[in-house]
């Protein structure tokens, strides 16, 4: 990753937070504790997990520049198979309930920590391997997974209380890059293809992407689309395939909404999020 885009980087981070604070402080203290669109999380419980999170980031960043990517005292890599929100689910309930009314706070504080540590990373920095519950990871690699905390749980909050929310044009890049590490992870294997499916994606602005995804029973690979056909096709925006791809959009209601459109095969278009589930 060169410095221009580490540096991208890095302001894509520090804009997405303060945008969020700003639409965060709009908010009302009844709207505060509605549900956002993460099944079983109010919208406190998603900033008071956002606020953790970037605490947690920022001291294993540090402890990466140290020279140590082991876990932090209290904390393990996930299990084979472990679905991440399994252990944050509670524990942002958790920081909830004792941040009480500081959550806005504590969030925007745990942001100015994590920009200033960001700012202070050497060209040599980057590369240094950092603690990850998933493995260790380069802190440029790490830093990518903040963004799409960021972004996501954004949209999360947001879409509860407007349907027509949208990624914002400047994190798509950033997010494209991760979604090849995502999908290997969110892929559940379990439905029985006695052939291969193919999706095809024709995605043509503000970043392009036209790629066949071919399902068999346990595995899938990712190849630029060709001339066979494809079995369903979609068709959308940048941010809607973010958003279909990170686990964000079901494929019939994104139909309805007009997120989506699809040609081929519903049903084996539907059998899209069975494969590739959100968490």
Known sequence: MSSNSTTN?????????????????????????????SEGWTIEDVVAHLAGSAVGWSINIKRAVAGDSGPPEGQSFLA???????????????????????????????????RKVLEDLSVEDWEKPCFHRRGVLPIKAFLTIQLQELVLHGWDIRWSLDSAAELSPGSLVGLSDLVPRWIRTAFTPGL?????????????????????????????????????????????????YMLLMFGRLQVAPAIADGRLSVEGSLKQAKNFNLWFKGF
């Open 9 to 37: 980087l890095v302001e894509t981070i520090i804009a997405e937070a303060s945008n969020l604070k700003a639409f965060l402080e709009t908010l009302d203290s009844q709207t505060w504790q509605s549900d956002s669109s």
């Open 80 to 114: 084979s198979g472990e679905r991440a929100s399994h252990p944050s689910g509670p524990a942002a309930r958790e920081s909830r309930q004792e941040s009480g009314a500081q959550i806005l706070e504590d969030f925007i504080a745990g942001h100015l920590r994590l």
């Open 192 to 240: 029985d293809l006695p052939v291969p499916v193919r999706y095809r994606f024709e995605v043509s602005s503000p970043l392009a992407v036209h790629n066949d995804l071919i399902v068999t029973d346990d595995t899938f690979i990712i190849e630029p689309s060709g001339t066979q056909a494809a079995d369903a096709t979609f068709r959308c925006d940048t941010g809607n």
